[in-house]
């Protein structure tokens, strides 16, 4: 798999994991099965349900400049720097995954693998070699 598809579908994904914390503050899906089980109260669900689409939508926008779908507002090293940061959180958020007290919580750890192992791909192809002029 190419670096291009791989970014197609993390936007595709993330977008998918966007509208799934829209419906959690929106009621249409209970926060109780939700970040391992241990949200107390929906003060507790609109700040970490808020804070989730804010990243998520930041990780949306580092895709769409890697994939060159928008124009560049951060240098390339910035939005790998970026990538190398959620592919970290990523692997953190699997191991959590695998300890929530759910089982629909736990069935994230795939979803948040298989990030990693898009991201690893997205960040490991070598951009071509810049062109100079003699």
């Not at 190398?84 to 007290?101: D, E, Q, R, S």
Request: glycine share 4%.
């Amino acid at each position: 798999m190419n670096s291009r598809a791989a970014i197609k579908i993390m936007l595709w994904l993330f977008t998918a994991v966007t509208l799934f914390h829209l419906c959690i503050i929106l009621k249409l899906i209970p926060y109780e099965i939700t970040w391992g089980g241990r949200l107390e109260n929906d003060s507790e669900m609109y700040v970490f349900e808020s804070l989730s689409i804010l990243l998520n939508v930041f990780l949306i926008l580092m895709l769409l400049i890697k994939g060159k779908f928008i124009r560049q507002m951060l240098s390339i090293r910035v939005v790998n720097i970026i990538l190398w940061a959620f592919l970290f959180l990523f692997g953190l958020n699997t191991i959590g995954n695998l300890f929530a007290k759910t089982y629909f919580e736990k069935s994230f750890a795939v979803l948040t693998l298989a990030s990693s192992i898009l991201i690893w791909i997205i960040l490991k192809e070598k951009s071509s070699k810049p062109i100079t002029l003699k």
